[in-house]
C-alpha cells in the first residue's frame, strides 16, 4: 500500500527507512549547526571559567595539602626532638618535688617539735598550778575539819584557856607548813 497513493500521509512513517526527507535534513543541519555556534559562542567561554576555577580550586586544595604535610613533617621533628627533652624534664622534675617533699617534711617535724614542746611546758604549768591548788584546798579541808573536831573536843573536855593555846598552836603549825 503506497502512502501517498492513498492520500493518507503519515508524517510518522519517511520514504527512506535510514535517511529523512532531504528538506528535513537542511534544517535540521542549520539548526544544528546555529544551536553549536550559539553554545560554542556563549557557552563555551563559561564552561572553560569553569573548568578554570575548578583546576584553580583543586591546585589550591594541593598546595595547601603540601604546606599541611612540611607542617606536621616539621611538627613530627619537634616531638621526636622534645621527646629527648622529656625524659631530663621529668628527672628534673622529680628531683624538684623530692627537695620540695623533703623541705616540707622536716619544716613539718620541727613544727611538730616545737608545739609538742609548747604542750608539755604547758602541761607543766598547769600541773603546778593544779598542785598548788590541791594543797590550798587540802590544807582548807584538813582547817576546817580539825577546825570542827577542835571544837567538839574542846567543848566537850577542854576549859577556855587550854582551847586558846590549842587553836594558837594549830595555827602556828599551818602557817609554818606552807
Known amino acids: 500500500m503506497n502512502l501517498i497513493a492513498a492520500g493518507n500521509i503519515d508524517p510518522a512513517q519517511s520514504v527512506n527507512w535510514l535517511l529523512p526527507a532531504t528538506s528535513e535534513l537542511i534544517y535540521g543541519g542549520l539548526a544544528s549547526i546555529i544551536i553549536f555556534a550559539l553554545i560554542y559562542k556563549f557557552a563555551g567561554p563559561a564552561a572553560k571559567k569553569g573548568m578554570a576555577d575548578r583546576t584553580a580550586k583543586i591546585q589550591a586544595e594541593l598546595d595547601g595539602a603540601a604546606e ?3 607542617t606536621a613533617r616539621t611538627e613530627a621533628e619537634e616531638i621526636r626532638r622534645a621527646a629527648g627533652d622529656i625524659a631530663s624534664e621529668r628527672a628534673r622534675l622529680l628531683a624538684e618535688a623530692d627537695a620540695q617533699a623533703a623541705a616540707l617534711l622536716s619544716e613539718g617535724r620541727e613544727r611538730l617539735a616545737a608545739e609538742i614542746a609548747e604542750l608539755d611546758a604547758r602541761a607543766l604549768a598547769e600541773a603546778a598550778g593544779l598542785a598548788g591548788r590541791l594543797g590550798d584546798e587540802l590544807r582548807v579541808e584538813v582547817s576546817r575539819i580539825s577546825s570542827s573536831v577542835v ?8 576549859d577556855d584557856a587550854t582551847q586558846q593555846a590549842l587553836i594558837e598552836d594549830f595555827i602556828q603549825k599551818v602557817g609554818a607548813g606552807s
Open 151 to 158: 571544837d567538839q573536843l574542846v567543848a566537850n573536855s577542854l
Open 68 to 70: 599541611a604535610l612540611t
